[in-house]
């Protein structure tokens, strides 16, 4: 009987050894899976976090190129419009320039520009004043004395049929050639002038815009 409780009591302890070794097992088993679980859901949201990281770098490179390829496209149409302008004003101009000098008040403006630059700049003396065939008797008259008051000596008044608008004033070798041709042959100045002019009023009307949206915004009426 001693040797049979013996037996049991041996083999009680083997299984509860057995057991206690079977649990530890297990949780170290459960501990193993809980590490794994966790760094495979620490490694899943890094590697969401570089997806995500990654399409919004693509997103912002796929914006940055349309926007590129936006402003090329409007550089490239602004410069197409541009051209079109310039070249429409250019064909206009001497058009318009004759109006001018045919109505009597930008005639008499044209005229006193064209002195006040002369008497800038030419020796004093008889000057010899182109102007066009058709200008009035009374006004070479208001010319010659407009040069004589200003500090002038009278003009020699030459009516030269190749003038068609405006005045050519010449002393000395020098000249003031303020003619329609001379008004309008830099061509290319006058088309930058005009682009200036066109970048002008842009900028004046796209501030006036933000402006009144602005107003609109903080619910004042313009």
Same mark, same amino acid.
């Given at each position: 009987?001693?040797?049979?409780?013996?037996?049991?009591?041996?083999?009680?302890?083997?299984?509860?050894?057995?057991?206690?070794?079977?649990?530890?097992?297990?949780?170290? $088993? *459960?501990?193993? =899976?809980? @590490?794994? /679980?966790? #760094?495979?859901?620490?490694? &899943?949201?890094? !590697?969401?976090? %570089? +997806?995500?990281?990654?399409?919004?770098?693509?997103?912002?490179?796929?914006?940055?190129?349309?926007?590129?390829?936006?402003?090329?496209?409007?550089?490239?149409?602004?410069?197409?419009?541009?051209?079109?302008?310039?070249?429409?004003?250019?064909?206009?101009?001497?058009?318009?320039?004759? $109006? *001018?000098?045919? =109505?009597? @008040?930008? /005639?008499? #403006?044209?005229?006193?520009? &064209?002195?006040? !630059?002369?008497? %800038? +700049?030419?020796?004093?003396?008889?000057?010899?004043?182109?102007?066009?065939?058709?200008?009035?008797?009374?006004?070479?008259?208001?010319?010659?004395?407009?040069?004589?008051?200003?500090?002038?000596?009278?003009?020699?008044?030459?009516?030269?049929?190749?003038?068609?608008?405006?005045?050519?004033?010449?002393?000395?070798?020098?000249?003031?050639?303020?003619?329609?041709?001379?008004?309008?042959?830099?061509?290319?100045?006058?088309?930058?002038?005009?682009?200036?002019?066109i970048a002008r009023l842009?900028?004046?009307?796209?501030?006036?815009?933000?402006?009144?949206?602005?107003?609109?915004?903080?619910?004042?009426?313009?």
């Amino acid at each position: 009987m001693t040797l049979e409780r013996n037996e049991r009591a041996l083999i009680a302890l083997v299984e509860s050894a057995c057991e206690q070794r079977r649990r530890e097992i297990l949780e170290a $088993a *459960r501990r193993d =899976a809980d @590490a794994l /679980r966790r #760094a495979a859901h620490a490694e &899943a949201r890094r !590697a969401m976090r %570089r +997806a995500f990281e990654s399409e919004r770098r693509l997103s912002r490179e796929r914006i940055e190129a349309a926007q590129a390829h936006l402003e090329t496209r409007q550089r490239a149409a602004t410069q197409q419009r541009n051209t079109a302008l310039v070249a429409a004003a250019l064909q206009a101009l001497p058009a318009a320039l004759l $109006a *001018r000098w045919r =109505a009597p @008040a930008s /005639r008499e #403006a044209w005229i006193d520009r &064209a002195v006040d !630059a002369a008497l %800038r +700049a030419l020796p004093q003396g008889a000057w010899r004043v182109s102007h066009p065939v058709g200008l009035s008797v009374d006004e070479r008259a208001r010319l010659a004395a407009a040069i004589v008051a200003r500090g002038g000596t009278a003009p020699v008044l030459v009516a030269d049929a190749g003038v068609e608008a405006g005045l050519a004033i010449a002393a000395d070798g020098a000249s003031i050639d303020a003619t329609l041709p001379a008004l309008i042959a830099d061509r290319e100045d006058i088309g930058a002038r005009l682009l200036d002019r066109i970048a002008r009023l842009e900028a004046s009307a796209a501030s006036a815009g933000d402006a009144a949206a602005h107003a609109q915004g903080a619910g004042v009426r313009p």
